[in-house]
């Protein structure tokens, strides 16, 4: 065995140098992979994460990473197309508080909506790995707010550029935090009515329960609307008019006296059109002892002034066949709406009264 050889200071202190490095650059990668795990993949980055794809418009995204308890028929505004055409959507994004209690954690965020500032919390649980390093965080079901618009004498309106049915006169759909214009559905020659826009929260927040009262969208007929439903009431009433009954059916006018005489031979003749104006229907039905609920879509009819029509005929008296005439004065009611966009009117039967 040979004398022990001198130890070579120059390679060890290399060696020193090396290794050290080494548990520096694995402290970092640690350090690295902790942020990246807490970033991206931990509860504030799923979060963080959902708020941008809502932020950028990406509705599909959104739903991606938190599917939300909404029937599919009610998700008409849950798509790009609606929430990416928005006045304004979450802005200025930012996380708060983080409770994190094992596998689950409550996070709260904050965002701007159009000037009006709100906060979310949002349940996440831990349901693996992604791969070696990352943590796997998933979001509960957020609670969305809703987009409550009244919508009176209408059967669909515009959300954001994209034709939404409504029910009752009521727009009411679930809807992503976002700023939505809400206007008629078509461009028409028989409404009118100022685009209204509302915001919906995430449910239960400070900002949604500070609503205040439902915007309305109110339409307004037009004078072509009105100069249309004058021009068919008017041709009804010719209708009517050579009908050869004493009660013609369907129609607004009639004489009872004339049917109590057997009149026959029976002519009738319009003697002065009723002016007919329309009006809001409020949301009811029609017409003697009809108080159920309408669809909301159409505009009640009304007569401005008294109608009259001359019945004339011939009647038996006392074996003799007599001449008859009588003028009776009628007024019109009843029900107009569009439909595919031709106005479509519905008019009350004389009640004989």
Same mark, same amino acid.
Not at 322 to 329: A, G, K, L
């Given at each position: $065995? ?10 060890? @202190? ?7 490095? &080494? ?10 992979? !902790? ?8 509860? /504030? ?17 959104? &739903?991606? &990473?938190?599917?939300? #308890? ?26 708060? /508080? ?27 649980? @831990? ?24 919508? +009176?004498?209408? =059967? ?8 939404? +049915?409504?029910?009752?006169? $009521? ?5 992503? +935090? ?58 009804? &009433? ?9 009660? +013609?059916? !369907? ?10 005489? /057997?009149?026959? =031979? ?8 009723? #002016? ?18 309408? #669809?909301?879509? @159409? ?55």
């Amino acid at each position: $065995m040979g004398p022990p050889q001198p130890i070579d200071r120059r390679r060890a @202190k290399i060696w020193g140098i090396a290794a050290g490095a &080494l548990v520096l650059a694995l402290i970092a990668s640690i350090i690295a992979v !902790g942020q990246i795990n807490s970033r991206f993949y931990g509860p /504030d980055g799923v979060v963080r994460s959902y708020l941008s794809k809502l932020s950028s418009g990406d509705a599909e995204g959104a &739903l991606a &990473l938190a599917d939300v #308890d909404v029937p599919v028929e009610e998700r008409t505004l849950l798509t790009n197309e609606v929430l990416s055409s928005a006045a304004a959507r979450p802005d200025s994004i930012s996380i708060t /508080d983080t409770e994190v209690d094992g596998d689950t954690a409550v996070v709260t965020a904050e965002f701007d909506l159009g000037g009006s500032k709100s906060d979310v919390k949002i349940d996440v649980r @831990k349901v693996g790995k992604r791969g070696i390093f990352f943590n796997d965080w998933r979001l509960a079901s957020p609670s969305l707010g809703r987009v409550v618009v009244e919508t +009176p004498n209408l =059967n669909q309106v515009n959300v954001n550029g994209v034709t939404v +049915p409504t029910a009752d006169g $009521m727009l009411s759909l679930p809807a992503f +935090p976002a700023l939505y214009t809400v206007s008629l559905a078509d461009s028409s020659d028989y409404l009118d009515a100022d685009e209204v826009q509302t915001r919906a929260f995430f449910e239960g927040t400070s900002a949604e329960e500070a609503g205040g009262e439902l915007p309305i969208l109110e339409a307004a007929p037009t004078q072509a609307f009105t100069d249309e439903v004058n021009k068919q009431v008017r041709s009804l &009433l010719d209708s009517c008019a050579g009908k050869a009954e004493t009660e +013609p059916a !369907g129609c607004p006018f009639g004489s009872r006296s004339a049917s109590y005489s /057997d009149v026959t =031979n029976v002519k009738w003749s319009i003697e002065e059109y009723p #002016d007919i104006s329309l009006s809001d229907s409020g949301g009811y039905g029609f017409g003697y002892g009809d108080s159920e609920p309408s #669809d909301g879509s @159409k505009w009640r009819i009304t007569s401005e002034s008294t109608g009259s029509a001359l019945i004339t005929g011939r009647y038996s008296l006392f074996g003799d066949s007599e001449s008859y005439d009588n003028t009776v004065s009628f007024d019109v009611s009843g029900t107009a709406e569009i439909v595919d966009g031709k106005v479509v009117i519905s008019v009350e039967e004389d009640s004989g009264y």
